[in-house]
Structure formats: structure tokens, C-alpha cells
């Protein structure tokens, strides 16, 4: 069992920084692959960005946050960062942590029901305002 729990949200002009947090407790070795989607309202969850875990860190990016959003994991504390920059209003959704574990060449960006993602976290809210 792996627990995820996510900080870092809150609420900024367009333009602004935010990072996000998300702490992984329990059994976070058995997982290989961690990323984060976000959901706004009346819309699907979406993956935005996940990071291998496994070794080597290859990073993968939705067109829509990619050059502007940053993923990155700290081993030693078993902490998975997203740093976003350039926020725009388009941002504004509920973000969430997972994680799970798959083939090295799996970690991708997909539907959650299809994803790599078994642990989610409880979400937190970024809004951005124009």
C-alpha cells in the first residue's frame, strides 16, 4: 500500500509559479512510475507529466504544460515534485499525485483508467487567475 500526499497548491495571477508537492509513504518501493494529472470541472482527468522512477528519470510531458511545467523526484525522501511556471487560466483544475508500477518503457501519459497509476493522491487545488 503506498499513500500519496500532495501540497503546493493555492492560488496566483497568470504569469505566476507554483510548486507542487507529493510525498509517497508506505510500500514507495514497489512503485517505478509517478506522475500527475489534474481535473477541472466538467472535464475528464488528465495526465499531465510523469517521471520513471526506476532509474535514468525519463520524463514525459503534455503539449499543454510542456517547456512551462517541470516533474522531477527526489529519491532520498521519496518526494515528487511539479514545478509550474507561466501559470494560465487554463491551469485552474485539482491536481493530482499517482503512482503504480510498470515496464521501464510504460511510464507514458494515458487515460487513467489505461495509466500506470494503482495510488492516488487526495488532490490539491491550483487556481489561476487572469
Known amino acids: 500500500q503506498v499513500d500519496l500526499v500532495e501540497s503546493g497548491g493555492g492560488s496566483v495571477e497568470a504569469g505566476g509559479s507554483l510548486r507542487l508537492t507529493c510525498k509517497a509513504l508506505?510500500?514507495?518501493?514497489?512503485?517505478?512510475?509517478m506522475g500527475w494529472f489534474r481535473q477541472s470541472p466538467g472535464k475528464e482527468r488528465e495526465a499531465i507529466a510523469a517521471i520513471f522512477t526506476g532509474g535514468g528519470s525519463a520524463t514525459v510531458y503534455d503539449d499543454s504544460v510542456k517547456g512551462r511545467f517541470t516533474i522531477a523526484y527526489e529519491a532520498s525522501k521519496n518526494r515528487l515534485f511539479l514545478l509550474m511556471n507561466n501559470l494560465k487560466p487554463e491551469d485552474t483544475a485539482t491536481y493530482y499525485c499517482?503512482?503504480?508500477?510498470?515496464?521501464?518503457?510504460?511510464?507514458?501519459?494515458?487515460?487513467?483508467?489505461?495509466?500506470?497509476?494503482?495510488?492516488w493522491g487526495q488532490g490539491t487545488q491550483v487556481s489561476v487567475s487572469s
Open positions: 499517482a503512482a503504480g508500477a510498470v515496464r521501464p518503457n510504460a511510464c507514458t501519459l494515458s487515460e487513467p483508467k489505461s495509466s500506470y497509476a494503482r495510488y
Open positions: 508506505g510500500e514507495a518501493w514497489g512503485t517505478n512510475c
